[in-house]
């Protein structure tokens, strides 16, 4: 099960640095095509907004990529779980608030490994 936690933790740092890249350097360019519900024309006016969500989204990932390197079992599932819970949170809020499409894309890959490692620690 460990090979499992571990591949849904990467999968779920390897969407957030794309939403790093994706608000930090590519909002005014990939944007108006991913949210095409959000007027053309806010999209040059929100950069440093969507910049700011990006770098957080970069914390996220950052977090999760740290737990492949700590070797105690107890530090490492402390802080997969609160990670994961931080992405899982924000995805379903969201999903809430902007998009249900948001629940498939990031609370979910984050559920999935926060479930395998609370079932795993029982």
Known sequence: MTIAINVFI???A???IYIL???MFA???KG???FKAFPKELFPQTVSMAAN???YNGFLAGGLIWTFFIENVAWKQNVSLFFLACVAIAGIYGTLTAARK???VQALPALIPLLLT???SL
């Open 10 to 12: 990467g999968l779920v």
């Open 118 to 120: 609370l079932v795993g």
């Open 21 to 23: 890249w994706f608000e």
């Open 102 to 104: 948001i629940f498939f």
């Open 27 to 29: 909002w005014t360019t």
């Open 32 to 34: 108006p095509k991913v």
């Open 14 to 16: 390897l969407i957030h």
């Open 53 to 55: 969500q990006g770098l």
